[in-house]
């Protein structure tokens, strides 16, 4: 009877470690404050797992910041701007890579595979001189050990570590990250040795990057490496932890035939056919499978009885003593704690598993398999699980009949662009190189305030609305003087661009702390869809007409695309994603069919997340962006060709999806630009046509920096020297809700005044 788990949520149930890291941050309490909550969270989570009954609990899990940071930290590879000098690394130096400090930026922050985490990029050079310079994985493990708890100790697995690092600036292209393996194994062998001589009997290395299309010098290192780690390994059990997908038929071979590893761990939520490469080609004899069956990445109450039919499949393929039971990666993809939640009521509640109750659903999956079935538990969670598949609140009929309709036939305006653009322009009658913002104007701590105590009924409805109405009018009356062509309302009444949009949909549940890391302090609380998705009300049309009555100008109506609202959400697992993403589209057109008739003539729907939801591997890209742009279609294929469709989308690099992104059939993009280096104009450069309108960011919001107008004009040109003149759209790189107005009005001035310059010359 074993049970694991992969890693474990760090931020606390109440987002203590959050709140603990901002406090020292902003320099109001000690590192001794800061490290007491830690090793309090630390205990406390060790406690659990162990009282829980789990038999592999995992050490090193905990991170201040992020744990391919720590494996930086552990390998000293400091890049020299932080004028290290050696030594144990100590919270300044690895603060100041994480975040930065007063004089130098911090290191680049990328998602970690398709999730929502965050990790800090590796920056490595044939110059980096590698030493061991954090000793946390074993502090880590002495501490459990001194608490009465034998853990695993989890390292990032060496392969991985150069695989998702970057070559710093500056290297030559030539230089092979993974021609470091020689010099950061010796490394891992003294934190080996260390944790041996420590008492550890078992170890894990993450090596999730098995899960990607790997070339074949990339799955050699993993067997080089491997072997040489060989004899530092000997008399630890090895486990390599794999997940987020299936480990393809090839890389399957390479990991099961590592030297010295002598057991595998999988994710058989996502990676669905992992399971039949198991049964298929078995797993070496002697040699353990740690069954990832409990989903880490979502919120839902595992189907128990499900799970332990596919246990009790893969018993007789490695034998009933090398089965170990786990979650499908690490938890802290999902919420922590659900005893937290008193808001939820108790039919969804019983539907719903968040970390704490994944690790009981472990231990209780691992002793049935063991024989010692819980029937109480499992009858219980059966009866969960056939409350979700038939309640009236999940199904709603005339929704799954829309969505099914959808499927198989096409959606698009029947108008080409050109001539969509056409009709609109003699009705919008917009200059060339059109200005206009992305959406949000800045959120002053008045407006939060407004927000919440409406929200907590402390005003009336009556001073909300004409708070906001307000607000609303300060906004159009900035943009009017700023001389911006196309205005927007500027977001007040919304919190978030997602939650915004869930609140007034059904299907959707919100916690009260469901929070997820999404990197260093920062935490996002996902809505969950637990059920069919409708529109019963307009969203957004009341405050659209009351900011467009308050302008001759053009107002956009702005919309959270569907693309988005799924990724940025805990979706159902009892249909495939495409479904609800149909739904909620159908549910989009509603709201944008009825701005239209309201008289808003822009409508904009953004697809911040649209690219992010792209699978892990590249054979499943045309599927997965095939029905996303098709949800967008469906959201304005009915509009009037005087109508103009905005999009927007922010963080990415596009070049490999641009010809989806054309396909997407809007009016006009909008596209984050201006830290990406202008990767984005070279598509244009090699021949990609774009007939619909563009605006590539000409300014980066997420730096309070004011840009200059040269320095905007500058921007422009280079665009001019790609793009058509009459499909280009002078706009910055997102919302401005972050920023302060004494930086978005200088900004935006300047913007305005490029532009018309620009106007002058052409
Ligand atoms: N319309 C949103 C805003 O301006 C877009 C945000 C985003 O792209 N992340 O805030
Ligand atoms: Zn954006």
């Not at 937290?340 to 719903?352: G, H, P, V």
């Not at 596009?654 to 990767?679: C, G, L, P, W, Y």
């Amino acid at each position: 009877m074993a049970s694991h788990i992969v890693g474990y949520p760090r931020m606390g149930p109440k987002r203590e470690l959050k709140f603990a890291l901002e406090s020292f941050w902003d320099g109001k309490s000690s590192a001794e404050d800061l490290e007491k909550v830690a090793t309090d969270l630390r205990a406390s989570i060790w406690k659990q797992m162990s009282e829980a009954g789990i038999k592999y609990i995992p050490s090193n899990t905990f991170s201040y910041y992020d744990q391919v940071l720590d494996t930086t930290a552990m390998l000293g590879a400091v890049p020299d701007r932080y004028s290290w000098t050696g030594g144990e690394i100590g919270h300044s130096t690895y603060f100041s890579m994480a975040r930065g400090n007063a004089t130098v930026p911090a290191m680049e922050m990328t998602k970690w595979f398709d999730t929502n985490y965050h990790f800090i990029v590796p920056e490595l050079s044939p110059a980096t001189k590698f030493s061991y310079a954090s000793h946390e994985a074993v502090s880590e493990y002495k501490e459990a050990k001194a608490l009465g708890v034998d853990t695993v100790p989890v390292l990032v697995g060496p392969v991985s570590y150069l695989l998702l690092s970057k070559a710093a600036k500056g290297v030559e292209k030539s230089f092979s990250l993974l021609s470091l393996l020689d010099s950061i194994l010796p490394i891992y062998k003294e934190v080996v040795a260390e944790l041996k001589a420590a008492g550890a009997s078992w170890i894990q290395f993450d090596e999730p990057t098995l899960v990607k299309d790997l070339a074949a010098h990339e799955l050699a290192a993993f067997s080089s490496a491997y072997a040489e780690l060989e004899s530092a390994l000997s008399g630890l059990n090895v486990l390599i932890e794999t997940y987020f997908a299936d480990v393809p038929a090839e890389s399957y071979k390479t990991l099961t035939s590592l030297s010295g590893v002598t057991a595998y761990g999988f994710d058989l939520v996502r990676g669905t056919k992992t399971v039949e490469l198991i049964k298929s080609t078995g797993i070496p004899s002697g040699k353990y499978l740690f069954a990832g069956v409990v989903d880490g990445r979502n919120i839902w109450a595992d189907d128990l009885a499900a799970s332990l039919s596919t246990l009790q499949s893969l018993e007789s393929v490695v034998g009933k003593d090398k089965l170990v039971v786990s979650t499908s990666c690490s938890l802290m993809h999902t919420a922590v704690d659900l005893v937290n939640e008193t808001k939820l009521d108790s039919e969804i509640k019983s539907w719903l598993a968040f970390a704490a109750q994944k690790v009981v659903e472990v231990n209780a999956l691992g002793k049935a398999l063991a024989g010692q079935k819980d029937e109480a538990y499992f009858a219980a969670n059966a009866a969960a699980q056939a409350s979700r598949r038939s309640s009236p609140r999940v199904n709603n009929e005339e929704v799954q009949k829309a969505a099914a309709a959808l499927k198989g036939s096409d959606h698009r305006r029947a108008t080409p662009v050109s001539a969509r653009l056409d009709a609109q322009q003699k009705k919008l009658n917009l200059p060339v190189l059109p200005t206009t913002t992305i959406g949000s104007f800045p959120q002053t701590m008045d407006l939060r305030r407004v927000r919440r105590e409406y929200k907590a009924k402390k005003i009336s409805e009556e001073d909300y609305v004409s708070a906001i109405k307000e607000e609303i009018s300060k906004v159009v009356k900035i943009q009017e003087e700023l001389d911006i062509d196309v205005l927007v309302h500027g977001e007040p009444e919304r919190n978030d661009m997602v939650e915004y949009f869930g609140e007034q949909l059904s299907g959707f549940a919100f916690t009260a702390n469901g929070w997820v890391q999404s990197y260093g302090s920062r935490c996002v609380k996902p809505p969950i869809i637990y059920g069919d998705v409708s529109r019963p009300n307009p969203m957004t049309v009341f405050w659209s007409k009351m900011a467009q009555s308050m302008t001759p100008r053009p107002m956009k109506g702005m919309l959270t695309g569907p693309v988005t609202i799924l990724n940025w959400s805990f979706v159902r697992n009892d249909q495939p994603r495409f479904e609800t993403c149909y739904q909620i589209a159908l549910a989009i057109k509603k709201e944008v069919e009825d701005l239209e008739a309201g008289g808003i003539q822009v409508i904009q729907i953004d697809e911040a997340a649209l690219r992010e939801g792209l699978p892990l591997r590249k054979s499943e890209h045309a599927f997965y962006l095939d029905w996303a742009v098709h949800s967008f279609r469906i959201t304005n294929c009915g509009v009037q060709d005087t109508t103009q469709i905005h999009t927007h989308m922010c963080y990415s690099n596009f070049n490999d999806i641009i010809h989806s992104i054309i396909n997407m059939d809007a009016d006009v993009i909008t596209i984050e630009n201006s830290r990406s280096d202008e990767k984005l104009l070279s598509v244009f450069r090699e021949g990609v046509t774009y007939g619909a309108g563009i605006g590539p960011g000409v300014y980066d919001i997420h730096s309070p920096r004011i840009p200059s107008t040269e320095e905007i004009a500058d921007r422009v040109n280079k665009m001019l020297a790609v793009l058509d003149t009459n499909i280009l759209w002078v706009n910055p790189d997102c919302g401005l809700k972050t920023r302060k107005y004494t930086e978005v009005k200088p900004a935006l001035t300047n913007m305005v005044a490029a532009a018309k310059l620009i106007r002058t010359q052409l």
